[in-house]
């Protein structure tokens, strides 16, 4: 009884959080509009490991695997941000091919025979995956969001499996079997939405940060100051050829002369040693809300879901060295078995030491509460989930980006638990 007035009481308190309070606080933001245009095109190789669980029904049998795999690919990864006063588009193509190891154990179930037992794979991997999404702006603070991603993996592999089968008769034999397997997976998700606030990119703000204090330490600039020459990098940067390159030099000359005769400065030395870094992902600052119907399909249970969400976001780029960043959102998800509202609360924090590194860490609350009906709740769950992240740039181009997480569910129903990390090292093209 307590757990069922626990949930009842949690799912409308967020609702009420985010669509009151939360408003409140976008509405009292100051909404100056920072630019950020960027390419960029990443090739090399991805080490990554995951533990999982996957589940398919018939009306004849059912089937049920988990399984902890490791796998080595190579990566090829395409980006595109385009921010702009009136939108923000996001376009991402990613390709990765490799082989792979995983074991766990499986059970398959039917009206003739039913089979638990432990495996182990090992073969080749293919994955392929799109994201596009635009927020376009009516003014400063009003838009519209239109979202969507695509997926499929290709496994071929060897399979062996041993354990126990128990034929219609009860009677239970050995089970051992090795076998040539592949598997195909793939998914489509799309969500709409409408939203109030802005998320800026701080990428060259930082930059201009940077080089301000370095190169003329004990001089206080202003905020307008430091606006300016941060749109002069931005302006710099957009005019960028992803086929034919950058010169690290020519951009940089075109900065200290625009210090020396726009803003009355001297020269930098060596700016160009600089320069070359400051390439992070989108380093953002701001607050966002948004709400508005999804669906997700999956060739596998659960195969199609759909609903309504509402997603708050708030980033602050807290100093040169430090961003804090904080995501709660909520989802109703109807379904052919079960309704379920889950939500997740990130907190996290990001440090940049200089230009080249960057640590990320925090940790994000998952509960989940499943619906019967409109009028009567189910069960109530829970997870987290700890992690930690690392990039660092080697050089202009060779990158070192590194991520781990660990799930922790007393009970898997919201979460498969136990560890998620990848380690990619790669070329950048910008």
């Given at each position: 009884m307590i757990k069922y007035s626990i949930a009842r009481y949690f799912i409308p308190f967020l609702l009420l959080f985010f669509t009151f309070s939360v408003c409140a606080q976008v509405e009292q933001e100051n909404y100056e509009i920072?630019?950020?245009?960027?390419?960029?095109?990443?090739?090399?190789l991805l080490f990554s490991g995951n533990s999982e669980r996957e589940e398919f029904r018939t009306d004849l049998s059912k089937s049920y695997e988990e399984i902890t795999s490791g796998a080595a690919a190579f990566q090829f990864k395409n980006s595109f941000w385009n921010y702009l006063d009136y939108k923000q588009d996001f376009l991402e193509f990613n390709f990765e091919l490799g082989p792979f190891y995983g074991f766990g154990s499986q059970t398959d179930s039917s009206n003739v025979e039913s089979i638990e037992a432990d495996q182990t794979q090992i073969g080749v991997r293919g994955n392929l995956s799109a994201i596009y999404s635009s927020r376009y702006y009516y003014n400063t603070k009003?838009?519209?969001?239109?979202?969507?991603?695509g997926w499929a993996g290709y496994n071929l592999f060897k399979q062996n499996s041993e354990g126990s089968l128990i034929d219609s008769n009860e009677v239970v034999t050995n089970f051992?079997?090795?076998?040539g397997e592949s598997k195909l997976r793939y998914g489509f998700e799309a969500k709409a939405g409408?939203?109030?606030?802005?998320?800026?990119?701080?990428?060259?703000y930082m930059l201009a940060q940077f080089i301000l204090e370095k190169y003329y330490s004990g001089r206080l600039f202003s905020e307008k100051e430091i606006r300016q020459v941060a749109k002069e990098i931005s302006i710099i940067k957009e005019q960028r050829d992803i086929v034919n390159g950058h010169n690290n030099e020519i951009e940089s000359k075109i900065v200290s002369d625009f210090?020396?005769?726009?803003?009355?400065?001297?020269?930098?030395e060596d700016l160009a040693a600089d320069w070359e870094f400051?390439?992070?992902?989108?380093?953002?600052?701001?607050?966002?809300?948004e709400f508005g119907p999804f669906f997700n399909y999956f060739n596998r249970e659960p195969d199609f879901i759909y609903g309504t969400y509402i997603q708050?976001?708030?980033?602050?780029?807290s100093s040169l060295k430090w961003n804090r960043n904080f995501s709660a959102g909520i989802n109703y998800n109807r379904y052919k078995q079960q309704d379920w509202v889950l939500a997740e609360l990130n907190m996290g924090w990001s440090y940049f030491p200089d230009l080249k590194r960057q640590f990320d860490f925090g940790v994000k609350y998952v509960p989940g509460l499943e619906l019967n009906d409109l009028s009567e709740l189910g069960e109530f769950n829970h997870g987290l989930v700890p992690y930690v992240g690392y990039f660092s740039q080697i050089n202009s181009k060779s990158r070192v980006n590194l991520t781990f997480a660990y799930r922790i569910s007393p009970n898997d129903k919201v979460m498969f638990s136990g560890p998620e990390f990848s380690l990619s090292i790669y070329r950048s093209r910008y």
């Open positions: 920072i630019f950020y245009k960027k390419k960029e095109l990443n090739a090399g009003n838009y519209t969001l239109v979202e969507v991603r051992d079997k090795s076998s409408w939203g109030w606030g802005r998320l800026n990119a701080m990428n060259n210090l020396n005769e726009k803003m009355l400065l001297t020269e930098p400051a390439e992070f992902k989108p380093r953002v600052d701001g607050i966002r809300i708050y976001e708030n980033a602050k780029y």
